[in-house]
């Protein structure tokens, strides 16, 4: 069974040989770009070296996916956000939203331009991931994500303004959340024709640190519904932070899967949506794999596995800089431990 | 002198209108408290700050999330304002300033807004740098300003990679000078590996750090009146 099968498989609710050990969101590491002497700032711009970076997790860690983009702008920037993706520094920075698109309450009826699909890097990204899936798309499952409409909202707005309206005026807030969803319906489908495995939607925004649980039912959890019913392929859900009191509206969004990161009680949260659920999780992409030991990344596998997760999948993004030997204990302890349940 | 009943009156309606969001209701009792002569400091530590405790215990409750925290925020600096031209300089011990901004590569200031808030109810000089700030403005503006304490977020992983740096270099320079980080993935283990004085993991703990040490601040002032 090889990497992609078992991803499949996983997907179908099929029998596996061990959980799988891959992510929804970025996972490109320092070690692949010294592989190929790129830097960090020139990916996001180009195909070629966005898919050979993304690619090589796989190649040098068996890492089981291969998933682009690596930022959190393509959306935005083909609404018409300008970005920045600091390439006058030598530090691996993310790009961000250097210039938002609505400045004030009264611009919020926004319209989504009828050549959405061709502005920004999005047919970019549908290049990038044919070249992965030429790569590695045999072997390992090909993911893309998009922004959940919320966070999207967030990354075109100031999330000062946008938080304070979802409470006085939510209305208002839930008619650009519809607009927002058909924009990442459109982005999504397009990876879809693209040829990806899977499609995560990250809705970390809505996440309990910032919003009650109601607010997520109410306001956001709709309109998730509503793009989780226009895609085909697979799909998950992403929110960071605190989850507990919202994963089983999580799972109600349409989603086939629930992705959580390490501030989830996962035993509790396994306990409350039932054995057969998907939930991707937990490990901290930071504080273990990059900042810890061997060890401590091989004790964190079995305990997302001790605690009832179906796939080990990081929190957030892997930053760039894990050590060789702390991704290769994971991948040794996964396939180790994960087949053990 | 100022009627004891009427003043704890005015001071409870400041309260409640921090609590309930109101920032009207807000003004009007930092005017009453400006009208009745009421000394201005005690307006904003028993009335604002009072008020601010207890959105960070509804917080905390998880009766309240961010945007109540924000519209609560709104409706103090709504009094805030009033009463700050009629503040005496404070004799606490505490005078001082503070950088405090956002790392580069991070858009993200909510958090850092809320600190910030609080260093401005407690009376600091505060030279807000903004957000994605570039790493060697934070150690410039530190010197420029003699500052004591430097205040630096993060809200993603991806941007606070680059606080150890800013730490080491002010750290060279003013071995004295105290510094904060904040934002969702730092750490007290991450906070002691790089230096730094202090750490708050998210905006309301940042928040209630500040309200914390702001409450301090309270007490000092009431023992000092009670001498």
């Known amino acids: 069974m090889n990497s992609r099968e078992r991803v499949i498989k996983l997907f179908k609710g099929e029998q596996i040989d061990r959980v799988p050990c891959f992510s929804g969101m970025g996972n490109v590491t320092t070690e692949g770009l010294k592989k190929f002497g790129y830097k960090f700032a020139a990916l996001h711009s180009d195909a070629k070296l966005m898919s050979d970076a993304a690619a090589s997790t796989y190649h040098l860690f068996g890492f089981e996916c291969g998933v682009v983009p690596f930022d959190l702008c393509v959306e935005a920037e083909a609404l018409g956000c300008e970005i920045n993706v600091y390439s006058h520094l030598e530090d691996i920075l993310y790009p961000t939203i250097k210039k938002k698109l609505i400045h004030n309450e009264n611009e919020m009826d926004i319209t989504i331009p009828s050549d959405f699909i061709k502005r920004g890097r999005i047919p970019l990204m549908k290049e990038t991931i044919g070249y992965i899936k030429k790569d590695i798309g045999a072997e390992a499952a090909i993911g893309s994500y998009v922004l959940g409409p919320f966070t999207l909202a967030g990354q075109i707005m100031e ?84 989850t507990n009191d919202i994963a089983v509206s999580m799972l109600e969004s349409g989603a086939r899967a629930i992705s959580v990161d390490q501030k989830n009680d996962v035993a509790e949260t396994r306990k409350k949506i039932g054995r057969d659920a998907l939930l991707f999780g937990n490990y901290d992409p930071y504080n273990v794999l990059v900042a810890g030991t061997p060890e401590k990344v091989r004790e964190t596998v079995r305990k997302c596995i001790d605690d009832g997760i179906s796939a080990i999948w990081p929190g957030c993004d892997i930053w760039p800089t894990v050590p060789p030997e702390n991704i290769n204990a994971m991948m040794d302890e996964v396939k180790k431990y994960g087949g053990a349940k | 002198m100022v009627d004891e009943a009427k003043k704890k009156e005015v001071l409870e309606k400041m309260k409640n209108a921090v609590i309930q969001y109101d920032e009207d209701v807000c003004k009007e009792g930092a005017q009453e408290a400006v009208d009745l002569g009421m000394d201005a400091n005690e307006a904003i530590f028993e009335g604002l700050v009072a008020g601010m405790e207890e959105v960070g215990r509804l917080f905390e409750a998880q009766e309240y999330f961010v945007p109540e925290i924000l519209m609560c925020a709104d409706a103090l600096y709504a009094g805030l304002e009033i009463l700050k031209p009629h503040c005496k300089q404070m004799d606490l011990g505490v005078r001082g300033s503070v950088v405090i901004g956002t790392v580069e590569g991070d858009v993200h200031d909510i958090g850092k807004n809320l600190v910030k808030m609080m260093f401005d109810v407690a009376g600091f000089h505060v030279y807000d740098l903004g957000r994605d700030v570039p790493l060697d403005k934070f150690v410039d503006e530190q010197l420029k300003t003699d500052s004591e304490l430097v205040c630096l977020s993060a809200m993603m992983t991806t941007s606070m990679v680059g606080m150890p740096k800013v730490i080491e270099k002010i750290k060279e320079k ?47 002032r009431a023992e000092k009146l009670n001498k």
């Open chain 1, 159 to 242: 999330l000062n303004d946008l938080l304070k309206l979802s409470f006085k005026k939510p209305d208002k807030v839930g008619k650009l959340l519809d607009i927002l969803a058909d924009a990442i319906i459109q982005t999504a489908l397009e990876y879809e024709k693209a040829g990806v495995d899977y499609i995560t939607v990250r809705e970390m925004g809505a996440t309990s640190d910032v919003l009650s649980p109601r607010v997520f039912k109410n306001l956001i959890l709709p309109y998730l519904k509503k793009i989780f019913a226009e895609l085909k392929v697979d799909t998950v859900l992403h929110i960071c932070g605190k």
């Open chain 2, 174 to 220: 003013n071995p004295d000078c105290m510094i904060m980080i904040g934002g969702a993935p730092t750490s007290k283990e991450l906070a002691d590996k790089w230096g730094a004085d202090g750490y708050a993991e998210d905006a309301s703990n940042a928040l209630k750090e500040a309200i914390k040490m702001v409450s301090f601040l309270k007490k000092l």
